[in-house]
């Protein structure tokens, strides 16, 4: 499904259509501190977040002069990481932990990890109930691996937050500035349904469905997620092992990763393309259909409104394994990937990037990549008014029917 193996040119930035930075102490509108009471700075500066040309990422922790910390956490723009019923996902990624220890590593917190979908855009504000996979996390400079899965509600809960259900502490043998693999695999085609922890190929932590009730197991991962990538100093992880950091710590030590995949198989799996659903209208709040202009299907045909009538044009289907709305065999999609305010929405082959991701959430359509949702310009009910990209705002001109 994703694949990034980093092989930019030395100090440069990140692939743009597949990954976007976090900036600053929080999400907008979400917790301080990330939730955790990590002191860093999120930025994304060269000087923190690159690929070093040799083929791996780099997430280099800074202190300044003033001792002020900065640092980088990335995530992927896709958010449809998910396991098709019946079916298996894997996702896991080659590190090489920080390579520092002892009163040094004093408040290292390296990660990868997985937060459920619903957290893009809403500052991860249903959290833990919406799910969080941590595939690696590892504290303070031990020579470990911690992993673990968060549900429920917080605090306690049935998944005991808010340590979540976890591994405890791993030992990872030669895993500080070395390359090891970490991978979770979700299985749906057992029963109980199960969450697989690898280190290197060998399975050394299992969840099963049966640990926690159904309802909280469902919300927690039935549904798509995205990859998250950082390193945090300080915190209630890194204090519960003897805290940090301390002027003893040592600044600009990195995380490396040589790559990172996501894998599908099993039933409903057909290459991420997934399996439409609906085949219906799309009907906003005022009281147009979504429509492809005049039913032609050539790239960059207009996407409008237009009255509802029952045509092919107005057929949309919603693929939940890649989040897009398709009609006629292909996609609805943002112009050049565009981000800003306004820009007019087409119809294009489907290829798998974020101008093709529109996540159901709050009653209509919102697109990660611009941060923005699917809008009528000014809520206008005229026939042939062109869709756009706009701030997320929940009025009418934003609110749609969703095919099911």
Known sequence: MFADDFTGAAGSRLNGANWLYDIGHGYP???????????????????NVYQDGAGNLVIKPIRDGAG????????????????????????????????VSGAAAAG???????LGQAARGTGATGWPGIGEIDILENINGRPSVFSALHCGTNPGGPCNETTG??????????????????????????????????????NFFTITANQVDATTWNNALHHGFFVILNVAIGGGF??????????????????LVDYVAAYTAGSGNNGGGGTPTGGKAVTNANGPCLDNNAAATGNGNRIQIWGCNGTVAQQWTYVEA????????????????????????????CNSTGAQVFIRQNGGYYNPQSNKCLDVPSGSTAAGTQVQIWDCNGTRAQQWTLPS
Request: net charge negative.
């Open 238 to 255: 890194p204090a519960a092992f003897g805290g940090g950091p301390t002027a003893a710590t040592q600044s600009g030590v990195p995380m």
């Open 165 to 202: 259900i976890g591994s405890g502490e791993r030992l990872c043998a030669n895993c500080l500035g070395q390359f090891h693999t970490y991978a979770t695999e979700y299985d749906r085609s057992v029963s109980p349904e199960q969450l697989r922890f690898y280190l290197d190929g060998s």
């Open 29 to 47: 509108g979400g917790a301080a501190n990330w939730g955790t009471g990590e002191i860093e700075y999120m930025t994304d500066s060269t000087a």
């Open 322 to 349: 890649g989040s897009t709305l398709r009609v006629q065999g292909k996609c609805l999609d943002i112009p050049g990937g565009g981000t800003a305010n306004g820009l007019k929405l087409q119809l294009w082959d």
């Open 68 to 99: 002020n910390w900065t640092s980088g956490r990335v995530e992927t723009q896709r958010t449809d990481l998910a396991a098709p019923a019946g079916g298996k996902l894997r996702v896991e990624a080659r590190i090489a932990q920080p390579n």
């Open 108 to 114: 290292y917190w390296p990660a990868f990890w997985m």
